[in-house]
């Protein structure tokens, strides 16, 4: 629609979904913006009733599904563990050490 209507203000809304077409009647809200506004059900065939039901289910189930294969993909692309820094703190003083030994020795060794 061009304009929101007025709050209140009552309409027949036709939806086209994949469970197929439900009509019902809409009660129109408080408008968010110019081409936004949000309404409420207030009669609803029971048929039309379980589409929406089914509609509202499967999209949350889809969306469960894609937030479980996102938190999968993650984990798989998780780099390996970190090693701790006292695993760190060792390596840095056994390089130092075998740094330290070899400048030792070739100062010791070589010839002047």
Known sequence: MANPLDRGSRANLMFLTASGP??????MLT??????QPFRFV???ELAQRRLRTIIESSLHRG???WI???RAAL???AAPRPSFLRVALRAVF????L?????????????
């Open 95 to 98: 390089i130092t050490l075998c």
């Open 76 to 78: 798989d692309q998780e």
């Open 31 to 36: 408008p968010v913006s110019p081409t936004c």
């Open 22 to 27: 439900f009509l019902g009647e809409a009660e």
């Open 43 to 45: 009669a609803l065939e």
């Open 69 to 71: 294969e996102k938190y």
């Open 100 to 112: 330290g030994s070899t400048l030792f020795l070739v100062h010791l060794y070589l010839p002047r």
């Open 64 to 66: 469960e599904q894609e």
